[in-house]
């Protein structure tokens, strides 16, 4: 300041202009010893823990074994069509307990067909014999041995290979699959579609009584069939 007298109710200087308020100091660090020390800093903000978002995974059909359980019975010719008339082949297996896909390869058939000869060959038929013994054995009489062999071991037999619990199937419908041939519809197969817990899975399969029958021993009424369908006949209704 300038020295002059300047009223204490006032807060500059009307000489020089400085300002009259008293700056705050900062405060002085407490001394321990030599050595000054710090008030301690504020905790860090609290935050709520929360885990990671894990991936949903869909659930997957039950495949672990079970014990006392057994194949009661076998739909073959079970296929899965693809584009330009390609088809994956099946063979559904039936247990106490679950329904088994069991996928038939490439391989398979073949060393099928191939065993199917060889035994024909040695009853002394000819070639056409062997022929049609192989034709047979390749269509149905392979997926017979799944009815000998344990289900754990049918599941692990094929990559792929998968089970559906007969208790979370809660409907098989029974569709007639109709086809246009020379300017006259046939029909000679069933889409199944098979719904459960797991989701929808869609087969085409042959047109066998048997095959029906074993479906509803093992599943009652939770086999719808097609609308003008009679045992071992189709009835087509309507012009």
Not at 39 to 59: I, K, L, S
Not at 90 to 100: D, G
Not at 159 to 183: T, V, Y
Not at 208 to 232: I, T
Request: aromatic share 10%.
């Amino acid at each position: 300041m300038c020295g002059r007298e300047v009223r204490s109710d006032v807060s500059f200087c009307a000489n020089c202009g400085a300002s009259l308020k008293t700056l705050t100091q900062p405060a002085a660090p407490q001394q321990v010893g030599s050595m000054p020390t710090y008030p301690p800093p504020p905790p860090p903000p609290q935050v709520a823990y929360q885990p990671a978002a894990q991936p949903w995974v869909a659930p997957q059909p039950w495949t672990a074994p079970s014990y006392g359980e057994r194949a009661v019975g076998v739909i073959d010719s079970v296929k899965q069509y693809k584009s330009f008339g390609r088809y994956d082949a099946f063979t559904l297996v039936l247990t106490t307990q679950r329904m088994i896909v069991a996928r038939l390869t490439g391989d398979m058939m073949k060393n099928a067909t191939m065993m199917a000869g060889a035994q024909a060959k040695a009853e002394g038929k000819g070639a056409l014999g062997q022929w049609a013994a192989g034709l047979k054995q390749s269509f149905g009489g392979y997926a017979q041995r799944y009815l000998q062999m344990n289900p754990a071991s049918i599941l692990a037999e094929t990559p792929g290979n998968f089970a559906i619990d007969s208790n979370s199937i809660s409907e098989i419908k029974l569709k007639i699959k109709e086809e246009r041939r020379g300017g006259r519809l046939f029909s000679s197969e069933f889409e199944i579609e098979i719904h459960s817990a797991y989701g929808k899975q869609e087969f085409r399969m042959d047109m066998d009584d048997n095959h029906v029958d074993l479906l509803k021993q093992v599943y009652g009424d939770r086999v719808k069939m097609p609308f003008g369908y009679f045992h071992g006949m189709h009835v087509k209704i309507g012009l």
